[in-house]
């Protein structure tokens, strides 16, 4: 059993929120935080951190990366402030979490609009 | 799943980016009429010189209240950089122009955030706007009025140094 499915089935209650096949992200709700399957480690963030990753990971010009014809290593350093956690990505790598992040925003946001329309506009 | 994001903040991360655009915009502002009062001052235009030291203030007022607005509604407010301010005006009537082009440039900016609010139903920040817009109405019709003195006074003979005794007087008090 992988360690993200070790969280899964303890105490910890995540659920979901979106995966492709380089990684995954799962929120829980007890501890009001999400946990980011990716590059090979379980990141745990909290939500000024996920949208500071965002930010971060949205910043990196992925197009002039792609063109730099310079002899330096093809590598990205994600690092945010007040955070533990540091990522080490080539640029496949990048692609791929900001693919995730995307997707993981928009299911954030679909189901703000599932609570509010289940849950919180009084008929 | 909890509703999270929603949990933690009541704006939208789009808002929360365009709110820190305004926030650089009314720093800026509050740096450009610095910038004004410093050449009127330097110019022999005491009159104006406080008057834009005045609208100095009042734009780093604008700028703390979206400030704190973002802050209370738990999002990040960023402290803005502010770079190339001009010091340097080729005539007075220039200043003024510049003062109600930087009036402009903040309406429409407000403008298109409100807008923003109605695209995705947040009327609390479209009613935190509202201040802004009925200040606007002030902001830009005592810069249009300062303007068209040099229309009705004239720079001629002593007409500068009329205008600069008049800025001050400029006064907006609309009941509407």
Request: with cysteine.
């Given at each position: 059993?992988?360690?993200?499915?070790?969280?899964?089935?303890?105490?910890?209650?995540?659920?979901?929120?979106?995966?492709?096949?380089?990684?995954?992200?799962?929120?829980?709700?007890?501890?009001?935080?999400?946990?980011?399957?990716?590059?090979?480690?379980?990141?745990?963030?909290?939500?000024?951190?996920?949208?500071?990753?965002?930010?971060?990971?949205?910043?990196?010009?992925?197009?002039?990366?792609?063109?730099?014809?310079?002899?330096?290593?093809?590598?990205?350093?994600?690092?945010?402030?007040?955070?533990?956690?540091?990522?080490?990505?080539?640029?496949?790598?990048?692609?791929?979490?900001?693919?995730?992040?995307?997707?993981?925003?928009?299911?954030?946001?679909?189901?703000?609009?599932?609570?509010?329309?289940?849950?919180?506009?009084?008929? | 799943?909890?509703?999270?994001?929603?949990?933690?903040?009541?704006?939208?991360?789009?808002?929360?980016?365009?709110?820190?655009?305004?926030?650089?915009?009314e720093a800026?502002s509050s740096a450009?009429y610095?910038?004004?009062?410093?050449?009127?001052?330097?110019?022999?235009?005491?009159?104006?010189?406080?008057?834009?030291?005045?609208?100095a203030e009042e734009e780093r007022h604008h700028q703390m209240?979206?400030?704190?607005?973002?802050?209370?509604?738990?999002?990040?407010?960023?402290?803005?950089?502010?770079?190339?301010?001009?010091?340097?005006?080729?005539?007075?009537?220039?200043?003024?122009?510049?003062?109600?082009?930087?009036?402009?440039?903040?309406?429409?900016?407000?403008?298109?955030?409100?807008?923003?609010?109605?695209?995705?139903?947040?009327?609390?920040?479209?009613?935190?706007?509202?201040?802004?817009?009925?200040?606007?109405?002030?902001?830009?019709?005592?810069?249009?009025?300062?303007?068209?003195?040099?229309?009705?006074?004239?720079?001629?003979?002593?007409?500068?140094?009329?205008?600069?005794?008049?800025?001050?007087?400029?006064?907006?008090?609309?009941?509407?």
């Open positions: 059993m992988s360690t993200i499915d070790t969280l899964k089935y303890s105490d910890q209650g995540l659920t979901d929120v979106f995966q492709t096949v380089a990684g995954g992200i799962y929120q829980s709700d007890q501890e009001s935080c999400w946990y980011v399957d990716f590059a090979g480690k379980i990141a745990r963030f909290d939500y000024r951190n996920l949208i500071k990753l965002k930010k971060a990971v949205y910043g990196i010009d992925i197009e002039a990366a792609l063109l730099k014809s310079d002899k330096a290593a093809d590598i990205e350093i994600v690092f945010i402030c007040a955070c533990d956690h540091c990522y080490v990505l080539d640029i496949l790598q990048i692609i791929a979490l900001k693919d995730l992040l995307a997707g993981t925003f928009v299911m954030l946001e679909l189901n703000q609009i599932i609570c509010d329309r289940l849950y919180r506009i009084a008929i | 799943m909890k509703d999270l994001i929603r949990v933690k903040c009541l704006i939208s991360a789009e808002m929360e980016t365009l709110l820190n655009q305004q926030i650089k915009k800026y450009v610095l910038g004004m009062a410093s050449w009127c001052d330097r110019n022999g235009f005491d009159g104006s010189s406080v008057y834009f030291f005045k609208q209240k979206f400030f704190k607005y973002v802050l209370d509604m738990g999002a990040t407010a960023v402290s803005p950089e502010i770079t190339g301010i001009k010091i340097e005006y080729n005539s007075f009537k220039e200043v003024f122009e510049d003062a109600l082009d930087q009036e402009i440039n903040v309406t429409q900016s407000i403008k298109s955030i409100a807008a923003r609010c109605h695209k995705e139903q947040d009327y609390v920040t479209l009613e935190f706007l509202n201040w802004f817009l009925k200040e606007q109405r002030e902001e830009e019709y005592k810069a249009r009025r300062a303007l068209e003195l040099f229309e009705v006074i004239g720079e001629e003979g002593t007409g500068r140094w009329q205008i600069d005794k008049h800025v001050g007087d400029i006064k907006y008090d609309s009941e509407a």
